[in-house]
């Protein structure tokens, strides 16, 4: 039996067709089959939060009798909602560590499929007013960074990146999920950051990214899966189908993606 969950969750999308769900019970079709349908949640990764949306929609679109919940946080954030009995049917996670911590604790109903990729760049706020043009700016006297926690995966690869370029800093603060260190630079609390090219791109005009050499940057593969306790898992696999068919893969790459 599930636990009780012991935090509220929290949901960052609104339902999409709730009136014609009928509940978590599949309807069926005058000719008595069976059809995709009931509300379907979805705890994903926050670098996926404008992708998702997006995705959401055309899923319940292609679904008419599927209403659609997504709850954007951190990964290990997610996993630990899920470990405390946190409803979810799907979860997707910006790295395949957190997935490995969900399937090892037994909460994933298969195997995880990985349907994106992404790789890290400097966020700088519009026009670059610091005149940053790579890691070894981040140094520079005075100059503000924020980074992600390295508890979660823009944070572990932000360290990683470092690493492998030789650079040491001190950051000003460390943020739980990426949006927050996205935020800090683009409303002039931070002067840079190291967050994923799909949160730089996502921003618009308000920042500006810089890029980060491929042989010090790392990819990081975004695996996706059924929960265990899902209350829906066959509309949660179709949505994990529809993510990793061709027009989820179109919406993903509009958005920066790489490819799986």
């Known amino acids: 039996m599930r636990r009780p969950s012991v935090r509220p969750l929290l949901v960052a999308a609104a339902l999409l067709g709730a009136s014609a769900c009928g509940g978590n019970q599949s309807?069926?079709?005058a000719s008595g089959d069976e059809?995709?349908?009931?509300?379907v949640?979805?705890?994903a990764a926050s670098s996926l939060t404008d992708a998702f949306a997006e995705i959401g929609e055309a899923f319940h679109a292609?679904?008419?009798a599927t209403a659609v919940t997504f709850?954007?946080?951190g990964s290990g954030d997610l996993v630990t909602?899920?470990?405390q009995g946190a409803p979810a049917d799907v979860f997707v996670s910006a790295d395949e560590s957190n997935m490995t911590k969900l399937t090892d604790a037994g909460e994933a109903a298969g195997d995880p499929v990985v349907v994106a990729g992404n790789t890290m760049e400097i966020i700088v706020?519009?026009?670059n007013p610091k005149d940053i043009t790579g890691l070894d700016d981040l140094n520079g006297s005075g100059l503000l960074v924020v980074l992600c926690a390295d508890t979660v995966p823009c944070g572990k690869n932000a360290a990683m990146v470092l690493a492998n370029a030789g650079v040491t800093l001190s950051p000003v603060s460390l943020e739980d999920k990426v949006k927050g260190v996205v935020t800090k630079v683009t409303t002039g609390e931070a002067d840079a950051g190291i967050v994923f090219a799909t949160d730089v791109q996502a921003a618009g005009d308000k920042a500006l990214g810089v890029e980060i050499p491929p042989a010090v940057n790392v990819i990081s593969k975004y695996p996706i899966v059924v929960t265990k306790e899902a209350t829906n898992a066959a509309a949660g696999q179709a949505f994990i189908d529809f993510v990793a068919g061709a027009e989820g893969q179109a919406i993903l790459a509009k958005y920066g993606f790489l490819a799986p």
């Open 27 to 29: 309807p069926r079709t």
């Open 41 to 43: 949640v979805v705890f």
């Open 71 to 73: 709850n954007f946080a």
């Open 125 to 127: 706020e519009a026009g």
């Open 35 to 39: 059809t995709v349908g009931g509300a």
């Open 62 to 64: 292609a679904n008419p």
């Open 81 to 83: 909602q899920i470990g």
